[in-house]
Structures are given as C-alpha cells and as structure tokens.
C-alpha cells in the first residue's frame, strides 16, 4: 500500500519556542465537520508513523464518523484509515458502518489499534487488516452523502469492545525506566470538575480475557484531555477553551504545573523517546497543530537508546 501522492503534511519547527509544530495544508486546518482527538506513535509498513484520530459530526452536533490519519514524518505524507463496526456485529461481516464514537485518545500496539469510546469502553480494531471500500459506501462511511465519483477509501473494523469501568474519554502509553513499551495504558476520564479518574490496565492478549486494572487515582484536574506515563513519571494534559492547555508532570502524588504551554484546545498526548519528544495536538478550527515539546524542555533526559528495543 503506497502513500498517496500529493497529500502533504509540512513540519514547521518554531524555534522561538524550541517546539516541532506540524500543520495541515488543507481544509483540515479549519473545517467544522472534522476534529483532531487522539495521538499515538507506532510502525507502519516498516516506518516510524504518527496516528492522530477524528471524528465527523454535523453542524448540529450528530456524529457521523471516525478516522485515523497516518503520518509519515520523514516523507511529508499521510493517509487516512476511516474506523468502521460490522453492521451484524461480526468481524468479518462485509457489510460495514461508520464507528460512532469520539475517538478521544489512541494506544497503538503493532496491528492492534485500541481507541477511546468514552462511555463505551474501549474499541479494539484491526490494522492487519485493512479493507478497499469505493464509491457510495466510501462515502457513506466517511460521513459524507452518497454522490457521484470514484471514491476510494480505506477502512479498519472493529474486532473487540472491551468494557472498562472508566468514562474512557482518553488513551494514553505505559513505559518502563528504560523507555520499553509496557502491554499497559493509562485510560482516564474528562470532566469538567477535578473528580476525573487515571486508571491503569493491563492491555488483554490474544483470548477473551479483557483489560485488567491495575491502579486508579485521582489526581484533582479539571478538565483532563490526556495522560501517559514513563516509570513514575506522568504527563497530563488540561484543556482551557480557547487559552493555551497546561502540562501537569511528575510523580502521581505530587504532580506540578509545567511552564511549557500546549496547544490551544489541547488534547491527547503520546510520548515519542526515540526523537524525546512529547506530543499533543490542538482541535480548534484555525488553531489546530500537532506540537512536539523536546522533553528537555522539560527537565526529563530520554536518553536516546537502542530505538529498536521500543518498537511495539
């Protein structure tokens, strides 16, 4: 499967702010049909890729689909996996439909994708198996009306929903001392008070078993958008509307505002060590960005080992 010629991504690193900033040369820099949610680092087709996912809904506010933006950060190009259900609820049905959830935070673990589906637990969906979908039915999936043309699209489906006692409205990754990935992820609740939960699970294996809690806290922020963890060392990220979001880091007692700003309308974060970055992104039309934030800036050596021990 070929990157699509022509669809751009230009990195624009600010050196004002020592950050790498990634926008879009489209009309995803301002449309009000779709917004930017999740992020996740992982590999695809051998390569070192960029996940972010969307949603689509109606000027109205009804949902209509959800997708995933592959990103290629050395060759500038990115591709687009819409997220679909079998309609009779069997993974290998044919007959697919939009995924109707709101993609608020993602976890990538080699084919395995698993999405935040806020008060529905958490979706599992399949990259090893990515299905062709064309003309009405790629737009329909999409979110778009039937019309003319030849469209194309591409789709994953969702194989596995896994209930989680959490409100699940993000996703985020567990790393050890080391910077090695853990079959773990932090899953956490937005609320507009400082009640909202981080829980801990171990992610489940190829049986029927499902996410298994580990640990749950209560950190005391409003308004949550994001969190991962590296040993014992968190980061969490708070939107604050149309104001620039706030980093909170540090050990889970005693987590501590950082002076580095997130982007407008924050969202999800991912950390990324073998470039010592850590990403997040801002939904608002017009302010929307992918921000990497080196994390010396933040006060944290990522010590640049051996890159291939971290692949998931």
Do not use: K
């Not at 010629?5 to 926008?23: H, I, N």
């Not at 008060?119 to 019309?147: C, H, K, M, N, Y």
């Not at 006692?165 to 567990?174: A, D, E, F, K, N």
Request: net charge neutral; glycine share 10%.
């Amino acid at each position: 499967m070929l990157w699509p010629f022509g669809s751009t991504w230009r990195p624009v690193r600010q050196r004002r702010r020592d950050t790498v900033d990634l926008r879009w040369l489209s009309a995803r820099t301002w449309t009000r049909r779709w917004y930017p949610q999740g992020i996740d680092l992982g590999e695809w087709q051998g390569r070192r890729t960029l996940a972010v996912s969307w949603f689509r809904q109606d000027l109205a506010g009804t949902h209509l689909a959800s997708r995933v933006t592959l990103v290629d950060l050395e060759r500038s190009r990115h591709l687009d996996i819409l997220l679909t259900v079998p309609r009779d609820g069997d993974g290998d049905a044919d007959e697919l439909d939009p995924a109707p959830i709101h993609a608020g935070g993602l976890a990538w673990f080699e084919d395995r994708l698993f999405v935040a589906a806020t008060r529905r637990g958490i979706w599992e969906f399949d990259l090893s198996d990515i299905r062709t979908v064309r003309g009405a039915d790629a737009q329909r999936l999409a979110g778009g009306r039937p019309r003319g043309g030849r469209t194309t699209a591409l789709a994953a489906v969702r194989t596995r929903v896994h209930p989680v006692s959490l409100r699940c409205s993000y996703l985020g990754r567990v790393f050890d001392e080391a910077g090695i990935p853990l079959p773990r992820v932090l899953i956490g609740e937005y609320l507009r008070e400082d009640t909202g939960r981080i829980g801990e699970f171990t992610i489940p294996g190829a049986g029927n078993e499902g996410f298994v809690e580990e640990d749950v806290f209560t950190p005391g922020i409003a308004r949550m958008q994001g969190a991962v963890r590296w040993a014992d060392r968190y980061f969490v990220s708070q939107s604050d509307h149309l104001r620039p979001g706030t980093l909170w880091s540090g050990r889970r007692e005693a987590l501590h505002e950082e002076r580095v700003p997130l982007p407008v309308g924050c969202e999800d974060l991912a950390l990324d060590l073998d470039a010592g970055l850590l990403w997040s992104l801002g939904e608002h039309p017009w302010r929307r960005v992918v921000r990497g934030i080196p994390l010396a800036r933040l006060g944290v050596d990522s010590g640049h080992t051996d890159s291939t021990e971290r692949r998931t």
